[in-house]
């Protein structure tokens, strides 16, 4: 069924239903303005339709005897021998159709995206460009990998990569591709990176790496300790920014904020229409036409929300939505979702239970369902609030407003909450017997969550902006620092900036002045006081401040001219 006829059978079922919810549904949605990026940017690929078709003998002279008997529908009667490179990776030898031969190589590495794939064989012990030893070329456009375990193993190969072997792709599909992808072809950015809100690393030290983690294209890596995307490997699956806890990663087609004001305008004007008990349902548009033949027979409260890709919005606006009146937000999950993309919808529905539950709410409120059992899912009917103002900030702080205004009549058992390994919610612990109040873990805060004091010796914290990235334990070289996971609904003292450990400052023993903290030298003196750059006179200078340390270097240097300073 194609986009069009799907969305037209949509739109139909919505007009199709005539009692009080129904009508409400079909208002709201045909008020509701969806919002978008008009002119996204694009990354651009060219392709010759070179085509490498790699793996057993068996599996690589099957596809041929196939291609050679489409290739007169495809066009390509007369180009296969030149357009296609058959490699085969064992010693076998199966008849080719006419015209065809085997290339053999037992070891391959590819790499690349449609149009620049780079091969690379090992012969004589030395890699070589399998593109320009058999046509030419420096790469080759498409890649049509046949062998059961795979050249590339992205859970979502890149454009151009045709992974029939693994099941990922159809014979047919790569067939038609030898014809369909040449030419020039422009892909959307579907990302942006705020390098500077990134919790990665810091001063060598690593950090969150959940972006990593959340790609099934691969398309993140770790580059001299910041995060870099490859917009070429990019498809947009939305798990990164997902998974992402500061907002360095956002989702971009369409910008999330723009998905929580049509939500929001969707809510507000279905209630204005009368309509009651609204549930929102996220599906991804790949799911369009099996979800058509379930909406037939789903409640008309129900209000399908189409994103790009359903991991592209994550708990700030599933609890926005309830916040803003829906009984209950649905995620129509389907078998083709990448299972990265699977994993973190799962880990962040975890999450959501765990704040439904401090609420004292079933988890079904925020559910993930397949889309084979969506009408088996138990449908809720009461609404926990209709806030009639929309909610702003960052996700984080959407997040925490909506929670705050969902608590704000419940009668929880504690202020702390329990969450899942991994989530980003939390404070940290410090030993401050022990801590020198070298600031190392300030200096590695992403979010500045921790802060010195400024005017004295002493370290700062504000819960609300601690992701558990980890960076402030690993920095701390006394080892005082621990991470404490859970959520704090006490919201005065979660956003509140609290004093961790604060300390009087040593005053210079020549001048008086304040200029670091007593612990700090104290635990210097200690540790160099037998080292023999410190002896005799030279230990106090760890007593002095900048300024008199190098007057006293400087005296003691002309009144001993002769002598070997060690300070």
């Keep these: 069924m194609s986009t069009e006829n799907t969305i037209t059978t949509l739109n139909q079922l919505v007009e199709m239903t005539a009692d009080a919810n129904g009508r409400a ?39 041929a005897k196939q291609l050679s008997a489409n290739s007169a529908a495809l066009a390509l009667t007369d180009q296969v021998a030149d357009k296609v490179v058959l490699v085969c990776t064992d010693d076998t030898s199966p008849e080719l159709p006419d015209g065809m031969a085997f290339f053999y190589a037992r070891e391959a590495e590819i790499n690349g995206f449609l149009g620049e794939f780079d091969v690379s ?16 070329r420096e790469h080759f456009d498409l890649v049509i990998d046949v062998s059961q375990s795979g050249f590339h193993f992205a859970e979502l190969p890149p454009l151009g990569y045709y992974a029939v072997g693994r099941g990922l792709s159809t014979a047919a599909e790569a067939c038609d591709a030898l014809s369909d992808m040449v030419g020039t072809f ?41 995060i870099a995307i490859n917009p070429y490997l990019c498809q947009g699956m939305g798990s990164c920014a997902t998974a992402c806890p500061t907002e360095a990663i956002s989702y971009a087609l369409p910008d ?16 204005e229409q009368g309509g009651k008990s609204p549930i929102i349902l996220f599906y991804a548009e790949a799911t369009e036409a099996e979800l058509a033949q379930q909406m037939a027979v789903l409640p008309s409260r129900v209000i399908p929300v189409r994103l ?9 606006t599933w609890f926005s939505a309830l916040a803003y009146g829906a009984s209950q937000v649905l995620l129509v999950s389907s078998p083709s979702l990448p299972p990265k993309t699977q994993a973190v919808l799962t880990q962040e529905v975890a999450v959501a239970s765990a704040f439904l539950k401090a609420l004292n709410q079933g988890e079904e409120r925020i559910a993930l369902t397949p889309l084979a059992s969506l009408t088996q899912q138990p449908l809720l009917d009461d609404a926990l609030l209709e806030h009639s103002e929309k909610l702003l900030g960052t996700k984080r702080e959407k997040l925490a407003k909506a929670l705050d205004l969902l608590a704000a009549n419940v009668v929880t058992d504690s202020t702390m909450s329990a969450v899942p390994d991994g989530a980003p919610y939390g404070r940290i612990d410090v030993a401050t017997s022990d801590c020198t109040l070298c600031m190392g873990c300030v200096a590695v805060c992403p979010t500045d969550a921790l802060k010195s004091m400024g005017d004295r010796p002493g370290i700062t914290f504000r819960e609300q902006d601690c992701v558990q990235c980890g960076l402030c334990e690993k920095a701390c070289p ?25 300390e009087p400052a040593a005053e210079c023993i020549s001048c008086g002045k304040a200029y670091a903290p007593v612990s700090m030298i104290n635990m210097l003196i200690e540790k160099l006081q037998n080292h023999s750059h410190f002896q005799d ?30 300070v």
């Design 256 to 271: 999330p904020d723009n998905t929580q004001h049509f939500v929001f305008q969707l809510i507000t004007q279905y209630r």
């Design 186 to 226: 422009d892909k959307p950015k579907f990302f942006r990176l705020d390098t500077d809100k990134c919790a990665h690393s810091a001063r060598g030290l690593e950090g969150c790496t959940r972006c990593i983690e959340a790609c099934p294209a691969d398309a993140l890596s770790s580059v001299e300790q910041a």
């Design 478 to 502: 006394e080892s005082v620092i621990s991470l404490s996971p859970g959520y704090n609904w006490d919201t005065e003292a979660r956003q509140q900036r609290q004093v961790v450990h604060e």
């Design 308 to 316: 790009e890709e359903l991991a592209s919005v994550g708990l700030d």
């Design 121 to 136: 064989i090992t012969h004589t012990m030395t890699k070589q460009n399998l593109a320009k030893i058999t046509r030419g």
């Design 25 to 63: 549904r079909q208002r709201a949605l045909t008020a509701t303005v969806t919002l978008g990026n008009l002119i996204p940017p694009t990354v651009t690929f060219v392709s010759q339709g070179l085509a490498l078709v790699i793996g057993d003998g068996a599996a690589v002279a099957a596809f």
């Design 537 to 566: 006179d030279a230990i106090k200078r760890l007593s002095m401040c900048e300024d008199c340390r190098v007057r006293d270097i400087v005296s003691d240097m002309i009144d001993n001219p002769d002598k070997q300073m060690k």
